[in-house]
């Protein structure tokens, strides 16, 4: 091992940290209320609205912003492209974290979650289901993230045939690593195929879950990104600015694959009149894809401000914004006119995201600062290509 | 497959259909209105009869419309559902067995009808539609609320013989209908079809819609799951492999 762990287990408290702890604190209770008194006390969904934030944010938002991991994983450990290894870990370990929220998420929203467990067993028909689908890759993939944070726990944790029974497991993990997550990020955006000539034609596309797809790819080099930049102000160290440079140029051609896929869809069902009718649904559209895919696809593709930390990190809040505003619009904007009535989440909605991302904070940092993750600036000069093996530090 | 053919000429608007509704499923009287320009499905109100004014050449009218699930001939909530929680029987009806339901509420953003609704007061809520009383069709009667019409506006049978009759009594009355059989091609056909003299966009039905049926449009996408999930991987091992050498990058030491 190229580093020494300190002895026992650490975590440092501070205000933030206290905060964080505070909100989710709250959120246990709020989630509580939800279970014991049903989603019409926790909750302003109706008939009309069956969906709301729960599924926006914590299930759909959640799922593609953790799509760094298997566009990192795949770069890595499939196309062994080792110049981006030193992210890899924290990409993983960001995705685990948002898989387990998203699963937390989910189980919050179902009415009647004491049959939480019931999609994994087979009916006839439900392989059908697209959520069937959506339910298993999610869980299995959670389930391979965790396997392959096994690895990583146990250089820490000693116990050296526990290290090689987990490394074995790592080829055929990375492959499932990757199809899973194509599998039901494109899932994701075949469960509003349903909604033909209901969902704005703007959005409906029997070509979603490719869209769904891309865009979870190309938002994890963002993400990533912005992670990346979180840790490095919370920790005091270099952004990984060559590493991630290269990263989001990857993204952007992903970008633009998927901006000439959308003209051609809309071309090919005539929405373009649509497009720029000035209607609310046509607006928020434009704005999707020209301040979250155009400007910052252009933004990567300029090399001196994909290379500044300031353009690196502006560029990928807005990318991050257009994935967001992606989703929001296909469960909210998209459908309004169809479904009518009226629906603005309640308080405990936006507590149980909020106790979720506070949950998430603790345990990144409770990892990164006893586990392997972020790697040891010594061997990441600014400005060159970085070692053929990664070091890891421990921080904190 | 059995069916209820529903003409809206014939409906006076009494609601006897509903109270029978609630009578034989033994559902709790709601503020929900059932009757009325603000009649709303609910949990509670499988079925509602609602009231349109509607202008019919120079003069203005009344008509009211029976509304409740239209058991879909192939349906969407069916197809949706990742439990099998709903099911379309030999007979006719689309029915819903609260025992394996997870409360995902899919089924509801499925549904091309927006008719499953759902108890949103219960701590453990079930989603509530009309289930075409299937245990009395099962036993060759008809549902409650066809049982009980003083109108003859409801009509119970075989579902071709009464698309038969549909197009037979528009044929036989010039002028007196509209020429369309809601129901018969709307996402691939209902058990339930409705015949009319004003313009059913005119009566709250969603027009203009896919013939092709929600769970066949899905299956233009999941048909792909399993090739997609095999020819990726045996990609991802191909790219694996073929790349190994040029590094290794995945160890830490």
Same mark, same amino acid.
């Given at each position: 091992?190229?580093?020494?762990?300190?002895?026992?287990?650490?975590?440092?408290?501070?205000?933030?940290?206290?905060?964080?702890?505070?909100?989710?604190?709250?959120?246990?209770?709020?989630?509580?209320?939800?279970?014991?008194? $049903?989603?019409?006390?926790?909750?302003?969904?109706?008939?009309?609205?069956?969906?709301?934030?729960?599924?926006?944010?914590?299930?759909?938002?959640?799922?593609?912003?953790?799509? $760094?991991?298997?566009?990192?994983?795949?770069?890595?450990?499939?196309?062994?492209?080792?110049?981006?290894?030193?992210?890899?870990?924290?990409?993983?370990?960001?995705?685990?974290?948002?898989?387990?929220?998203?699963?937390?998420?989910?189980?919050?929203?179902?009415?009647?979650?004491?049959?939480?467990?019931?999609?994994?067993?087979?009916?006839?028909?439900?392989?059908?289901?697209?959520?069937?689908?959506?339910?298993?890759?999610?869980?299995?993939?959670? %389930?391979?993230?965790?396997?392959?944070?096994?690895?990583?726990?146990?250089?820490?944790?000693?116990?050296?045939?526990?290290?090689?029974?987990?490394?074995? %497991?790592?080829?055929?993990?990375?492959?499932?690593?990757?199809?899973?997550?194509?599998?039901?990020?494109?899932?994701? *955006?075949?469960?509003?195929?349903?909604?033909?000539?209901?969902?704005?034609?703007?959005?409906?596309?029997?070509?979603?879950?490719?869209?769904?797809?891309?865009?979870?790819?190309?938002? *994890?080099?963002?993400?990533?990104?912005?992670?990346?930049?979180?840790?490095?102000?919370?920790?005091?160290?270099?952004?990984?600015?060559?590493?991630?440079?290269?990263?989001?140029?990857?993204?952007?051609?992903?970008?633009?694959?998927?901006?000439?896929?959308?003209?051609?869809?809309?071309?090919?069902?005539?929405?373009?009149?649509?497009?720029?009718?000035?209607?609310?649904?046509?607006?928020?559209?434009?704005?999707?894809?020209?301040?979250?895919?155009?400007?910052?696809?252009?933004?990567?593709?300029?090399?001196?401000?994909?290379?500044?930390?300031?353009?690196?990190?502006?560029?990928?809040?807005?990318?991050? *914004?257009?994935?967001?505003?992606?989703?929001?619009?296909?469960?909210?904007?998209?459908?309004?006119?169809?479904?009518?009535?009226?629906?603005?989440?309640?308080?405990?909605?936006?507590?149980?995201?909020?106790?979720?991302?506070?949950?998430?904070?603790?345990?990144?940092?409770?990892?990164?600062?006893?586990?392997?993750?972020?790697?040891?600036?010594?061997?990441?000069?600014?400005?060159?290509?970085?070692?053929?093996?990664?070091?890891?530090?421990?921080?904190? | 497959?059995?069916?209820?053919?529903?003409?809206?000429?014939?409906?006076?608007?009494?609601?006897?259909?509903?109270?029978?509704?609630?009578?034989?499923?033994?559902?709790?009287?709601?503020?929900?209105?059932?009757?009325?320009?603000?009649?709303?499905?609910?949990?509670?109100?499988?079925?509602?009869?609602?009231?349109?004014?509607?202008?019919?050449?120079?003069?203005?009218?009344?008509?009211?419309?029976?509304?409740?699930?239209?058991?879909?001939?192939?349906?969407?909530?069916?197809?949706?559902?990742?439990?099998?929680?709903?099911?379309?029987?030999?007979?006719?009806?689309?029915?819903?067995?609260?025992?394996?339901?997870?409360?995902?509420?899919?089924?509801?953003?499925?549904?091309?009808?927006?008719?499953?609704?759902?108890?949103?007061?219960?701590?453990?809520?079930?989603?509530?539609?009309?289930?075409?009383?299937?245990?009395?069709?099962?036993?060759?009667?008809?549902?409650?609320?066809?049982?009980?019409?003083?109108?003859?506006?409801?009509?119970?049978?075989?579902?071709?013989?009464?698309?038969?009759?549909?197009?037979?009594?528009?044929?036989?009355?010039?002028?007196?209908?509209?020429?369309?059989?809601?129901?018969?091609?709307?996402?691939?056909?209902?058990?339930?079809?409705?015949?009319?003299?004003?313009?059913?966009?005119?009566?709250?039905?969603?027009?203009?819609?896919?013939?092709?049926?929600?769970?066949?449009?899905?299956?233009?996408?999941?048909?792909?799951?399993?090739?997609?999930?095999?020819?990726?991987?045996?990609?991802?091992?191909?790219?694996?492999?073929?790349?190994?050498?040029?590094?290794?990058?995945?160890?830490?030491?």
């Amino acid at each position: 091992m190229a580093y020494e762990f300190p002895e026992g287990w650490r975590f440092r408290m501070t205000g933030w940290r206290k905060f964080f702890i505070l909100v989710f604190l709250v959120a246990v209770g709020v989630m509580i209320y939800r279970l014991v008194y $049903g989603l019409g006390a926790a909750t302003h969904l109706n008939d009309q609205w069956p969906w709301g934030w729960w599924i926006a944010v914590d299930v759909l938002i959640g799922v593609a912003l953790a799509g $760094g991991g298997y566009s990192t994983a795949f770069l890595v450990h499939i196309l062994h492209r080792k110049q981006f290894a030193p992210v890899a870990r924290a990409a993983l370990l960001t995705s685990m974290l948002g898989y387990i929220l998203v699963l937390i998420g989910l189980f919050m929203d179902i009415g009647r979650w004491y049959n939480f467990w019931r999609p994994f067993l087979v009916y006839p028909g439900s392989w059908h289901s697209v959520l069937f689908e959506v339910f298993w890759c999610i869980s299995l993939y959670t %389930m391979v993230q965790v396997l392959e944070f096994g690895s990583i726990v146990f250089e820490r944790v000693k116990s050296d045939w526990l290290k090689r029974v987990f490394d074995a %497991m790592l080829p055929p993990l990375f492959i499932l690593g990757v199809v899973l997550p194509t599998l039901h990020q494109s899932s994701l *955006g075949s469960l509003y195929v349903v909604t033909v000539d209901r969902l704005d034609p703007l959005w409906w596309s029997i070509a979603l879950p490719i869209f769904f797809l891309l865009s979870s790819f190309f938002v *994890g080099p963002a993400m990533v990104t912005l992670e990346g930049s979180l840790a490095a102000k919370a920790y005091g160290r270099q952004m990984e600015i060559p590493v991630l440079s290269r990263l989001v140029k990857v993204g952007a051609w992903v970008m633009f694959i998927y901006l000439v896929l959308k003209l051609i869809d809309l071309g090919y069902r005539n929405q373009f009149g649509h497009l720029f009718d000035g209607s609310l649904e046509s607006n928020l559209f434009l704005l999707e894809i020209v301040g979250g895919v155009i400007v910052p696809m252009i933004m990567f593709a300029i090399p001196s401000v994909r290379n500044s930390a300031g353009g690196l990190i502006t560029a990928s809040v807005l990318t991050v *914004g257009g994935v967001i505003l992606n989703r929001m619009n296909v469960v909210f904007t998209g459908m309004a006119a169809a479904m009518g009535g009226h629906y603005f989440p309640k308080w405990t909605e936006f507590m149980v995201t909020a106790g979720l991302i506070a949950l998430a904070v603790l345990a990144y940092c409770f990892l990164v600062e006893n586990f392997a993750i972020l790697p040891a600036e010594e061997h990441v000069p600014a400005g060159k290509p970085s070692e053929a093996h990664t070091s890891y530090t421990v921080v904190g | 497959m059995k069916g209820v053919l529903v003409d809206i000429t014939r409906c006076v608007g009494c609601g006897s259909c509903v109270v029978a509704c609630k009578l034989y499923n033994n559902l709790p009287w709601s503020n929900a209105p059932h009757l009325g320009k603000d009649a709303v499905l609910t949990a509670d109100n499988w079925t509602v009869v609602k009231e349109f004014d509607v202008s019919k050449g120079k003069e203005s009218v009344w008509r009211f419309v029976k509304e409740q699930c239209f058991h879909c001939l192939e349906p969407a909530c069916a197809s949706a559902c990742f439990a099998a929680a709903f099911r379309k029987t030999p007979e006719g009806p689309v029915i819903y067995n609260e025992r394996v339901c997870v409360g995902c509420r899919y089924c509801m953003i499925a549904c091309p009808f927006s008719i499953p609704k759902y108890e949103w007061q219960a701590r453990f809520p079930r989603v509530q539609k009309c289930q075409m009383c299937f245990y009395r069709v099962k036993d060759g009667e008809m549902p409650a609320c066809v049982s009980v019409c003083p109108a003859g506006a409801l009509k119970f049978g075989d579902r071709d013989a009464l698309l038969k009759e549909a197009k037979e009594r528009i044929a036989q009355n010039p002028g007196r209908y509209v020429n369309h059989v809601y129901g018969e091609k709307e996402y691939g056909g209902t058990c339930w079809l409705y015949l009319s003299d004003v313009p059913f966009e005119q009566l709250g039905f969603r027009t203009h819609v896919s013939t092709e049926s929600i769970p066949h449009v899905s299956e233009r996408v999941t048909k792909w799951t399993l090739p997609v999930a095999g020819g990726w991987a045996a990609v991802l091992t191909a790219l694996y492999l073929a790349t190994k050498g040029s590094g290794g990058a995945e160890k830490s030491h």
